[in-house]
């Protein structure tokens, strides 16, 4: 991953802009982050309204910028809190549908450009999802920006009524791994040794245990792998609603699964594995795809949303809901060691495709300085 450059050319920037963060995106986050950390380094000045625990989380105040606690958007408060933090912005920019949100509220009756960056496509049945369509409506229309980070969200946008609707570049920010390219390989047998998988494969599976992950269809599918020796482990590293079901399933059925709940080393987990999964009904750009290409492991992943976009060649895509495509995928991809390795091979040079976090950067400035410097007269 590239470093972020040092300030542009043209001199330090005067923008002071606000980052608006709903604190429940771990992606997002990141991004906000990373790109705190370069447009500071061009001069800019960066508020970041985001819950406490999000800067304990993420350090955005080590990044440079300030920080200002606005409570979730259950609170009442958050908005009022939010609409003082952006008094004297020249640029809000909010990240995710909720924070966006909150951003067109707070900027109610002021001329201040708004930015949004769809990360995601927010998941809901019922009369949730009535009022999340909703919700996309008013911010798509009230923006003066879109920026979606796949292909498909950007369509989203603009069949929403977004005026300028734009595809992201958003980078992967910095490695979970430790401390260079030899600390993942000397850390593999500790972490398989943890988890439970010395002589067996091992199958990693990251993301919050929420019903569009499809873990129940990954569980389907480790039925028809009990019968393989060895008998390959499936982990899967994150938490939600659907614990106790999905562990109730593992139990009952005897599945060779294990849920070990949310986990800071998911980077070390991933490269000690031999696949990482991602049977998802609906991906943009997925942290989990990006960081298991960095580390050359092979993935099989649902053809859905932003994943062919992000991982082109570089993986086995399966239909979502398709059980069997799932089991059938792993199992050929354990018993082809050379199929494996191109995968890896392939993913590495997918990898290079990818923007940098300076290129992320560039790009959000331009977008930046194109909303808030004067026009020329005609």
């Not at 300030?7 to 606000?18: D, E, F, I, N, W």
């Not at 930015?115 to 019922?126: L, S």
Request: charged share 25%.
């Amino acid at each position: 991953m590239s470093p972020v450059s040092s300030p542009a050319p043209h001199g330090p920037s005067s923008l002071r802009t606000v980052q608006v963060l709903g604190g429940g995106n771990a992606g997002s986050s990141a991004h906000v982050r990373s790109l705190t950390a370069g447009l500071v380094a061009r001069g800019v000045r960066v508020t970041v309204c985001a819950p406490s625990e999000a800067e304990r989380a993420y350090d955005f105040v080590g990044a440079g910028a300030d920080h200002v606690h606005v409570p979730r958007s259950s609170d009442p408060g958050s908005v009022s809190a939010l609409r003082a933090a952006c008094t004297d912005a020249d640029l809000v920019h909010a990240h995710g549908l909720h924070a966006s949100f909150r951003a067109v509220l707070a900027l109610s009756g002021r001329r201040t450009p708004l930015v949004v960056t769809w990360h995601n496509h927010a998941h809901a049945e019922g009369a949730r999802a009535h009022l999340l369509r909703l919700l996309e409506r008013r911010v798509a229309k009230a923006a003066t920006v879109v920026l979606g980070t796949s292909s498909d969200l950007v369509d989203r946008a603009r069949r929403t009524g977004a005026r300028d609707a734009r595809l992201a570049a958003v980078a992967l920010p910095g490695p979970r791994t430790p401390d260079g390219p030899e600390e993942p390989e000397r850390l593999r047998p500790k972490a398989r040794a943890e988890l439970g998988a010395i002589g067996r494969p091992l199958l990693m599976a990251v993301g919050s245990l929420d019903r569009h992950r499809g873990y129940d269809v990954l569980l389907d599918a480790s039925r028809a792998w009990r019968d393989l020796d060895p008998l390959p482990l499936v982990v899967i590293a994150g938490e939600g609603p659907l614990r106790a079901t999905l562990q109730g399933r593992i139990e009952n059925e005897g599945l060779p699964v294990r849920l070990i709940g949310r986990r800071d080393d998911v980077g070390e987990l991933l490269a000690a594995a031999d696949l990482a999964l991602l049977p998802s009904r609906w991906e943009s750009r997925s942290v989990l795809a990006q960081e298991a290409l960095h580390a050359r492991v092979p993935l099989v992943a649902t053809d859905v949303g932003g994943i062919p976009e992000l991982v082109g060649d570089a993986a086995e895509l399966v239909p979502y809901g398709d059980a069997g495509a799932l089991a059938d995928a792993v199992v050929r991809l354990l018993g082809d060691p050379e199929r494996c390795e191109t995968l890896r091979e392939r993913g590495v040079r997918q990898a290079t495709t990818w923007p940098t976090e300076d290129e992320t950067v560039a790009q959000v400035l331009s977008v930046y300085d194109e909303l808030t410097q004067p026009r020329p007269l005609s």
